[in-house]
């Protein structure tokens, strides 16, 4: 390794997917840390210079800071990178409140991990530190460990770091970035206010990061037909074990449905269409009945519908209690994929069903929708954990697609040069700012919400 290379340090690694981008763009990982060491282990295979740190970094926050100093001496990394779960950010399941109920925010002990990272990067001083998270992370409330006052994640983060850090949040939906999906999120990118690029970045009223490649308006968003066009994957269909899986493409397997209910379910859908189970208007004997929005059977031969039912113990049907709007729904082939999550193998979560087959996506068509490169090393993780693990770390992974830009963008300035910034009066800092000042402690703002002057 040149000595030269920029160093980084990696904090809620994941599998390392999403520091790949990172790692694309020049900076070198040092140390990786990540709670499950199974995780961590694929982590490291595709970081070879790397120390691992496994274990909640609650308590091993110290050993990062140390298996830095070991490999590196009084060096300063170039970069810290940190992608804390965003699972309690939340606010679509019971007991986490709404997002200005600061107390249930605070259940999920998780919203708080940012003391980790201030407490890494106030130590180690990286030129850069780099956190990315949903959009809540700016806005979700917790109660401050320090006063209990109500404060958001992201601005809590803000108030924890050495103060000589300048603050950059922004809010953009990654697709705008070339990422064949739609998945908004928040990055947060703190730069040393000793570090020329802070000036460079003021005089050329830009922020740290790089312009969209396309957008909605341009009707140029990467399509989710010619995403899976493009991977060229085999055909596969849920129906049986055979055809379920590609025995040459171990990552290209569904789970199988059989020729129960589902299966039939999700084959009434028609093909390309976007369209919802909920929506389906005919029975297991295909009667030509009317049905209502929330019949559960047929009105002739008391089947049930082609539509997501629950048998009750007495035998009678009812419709699935959840979500109507995207769950039991065919991805539209035309647009961008709905946000690749780690329940990416269910039928009943949002829009996982493929837009044209009787199946859900497979790891691989997920992994290729997160612009995970094809040579990702998981090693023996999809055989000794199984598809259900392997889905979890695509769905929490940072598309490198984006990671790599934003790393040349950063890389670039930490050697004096402002090439491809967005300006800072883009909607995606406004969006980001307007967060941000939601999820200010009260004493910050006026009566009417408004930030105190």
């Given at each position: ?27 070198s ?13 694929v ?13 909640d ?24 990178s ?19 109920d600061?107390?249930?925010g ?33 806005s ?50 703190f ?43 085999k ?18 397997t ?38 209502g ?15 997501p ?15 109507r ?42 992994a ?33 697609r ?36 939601r ?15």
């Amino acid at each position: 390794m040149n000595s030269a290379t920029p160093s980084a340090v990696s904090l809620f690694s994941n599998c390392g997917a999403g520091d790949v981008g990172y790692a694309k763009a020049g900076f070198s990982f040092r140390v990786m840390a990540e709670i499950e060491q199974r995780r961590l282990a694929v982590a490291l295979a595709n970081h070879k210079h790397a120390c691992g740190v496994p274990g909640d970094l609650r308590f091993t926050w110290r050993e990062v800071i140390a298996s830095f100093r070991s490999d590196a001496g009084p060096e300063r990394p170039a970069l810290l990178s940190a992608c804390p779960p965003c699972q309690g950010m939340s606010t679509a399941r019971g007991g986490r409140g709404r997002e200005e109920d600061a107390e249930a925010g605070s259940r999920d002990g998780r919203n708080l991990l940012v003391e980790v990272i201030a407490q890494v990067a106030n130590r180690l001083r990286p030129r850069i530190v780099v956190v990315e998270n949903v959009a809540a992370f700016l806005s979700r409330l917790v109660l401050d460990p320090r006063n209990d006052e109500p404060i958001s994640a992201a601005v809590l983060l803000r108030d924890l770091l050495d103060p000589r850090y300048e603050c950059y949040p922004f809010l953009t939906d990654l697709a705008d970035y070339g990422v064949p999906q739609r998945r908004v999120r928040a990055v947060m990118t703190f730069i040393r206010s000793d570090e020329p690029a802070v000036a460079a970045l003021a005089q050329s009223e830009c922020v740290p990061y790089p312009m969209p490649t396309a957008s909605a308006e341009d009707g140029n968003w990467t399509s989710l037909e010619d995403a899976l066009s493009q991977l060229g994957a085999k055909p596969l269909d849920a129906k049986s074990e055979v055809a379920a899986r590609d025995p040459s493409q171990p990552m290209h397997t569904v789970p199988v449905w059989g020729s129960n209910h589902q299966y039939r379910m999700v084959a009434a859908i028609p093909p390309s269409s976007g369209g919802r189970a909920w929506d389906t208007a005919v029975c297991e004997a295909r009667c030509d009945s009317p049905v209502g929005a929330d019949d559960a059977v047929c009105a002739t031969c008391g089947n049930p519908l082609l539509r997501p039912v629950v048998c009750e113990t007495d035998g009678s049907f009812r419709l699935v209690r959840g979500f109507r709007r995207s769950s039991y729904s065919r991805m539209r082939p035309d647009a961008p994929a709905p946000t690749i999550t780690t329940a990416s193998g269910h039928v009943g979560s949002d829009n996982t069903i493929h837009p044209v087959e009787n199946r859900v996506l497979s790891p691989l068509e997920c992994a290729h929708l997160q612009t995970i490169p094809d040579d990702f090393d998981w090693g023996t993780a999809l055989n000794d954990w199984g598809p259900t693990a392997v889905r979890a770390m695509i769905g929490e992974a940072v598309p490198p697609r984006f990671t790599e830009m934003h790393g040349r963008v950063l890389a670039a300035l930490l050697d004096g040069r402002t090439e491809g910034l967005t300006s800072a009066n883009d909607r995606r800092v406004a969006k980001a700012d307007g967060r941000m000042q939601r999820g200010l402690p009260a004493r910050h703002l006026t009566a009417h919400g408004q930030l105190r002057q």
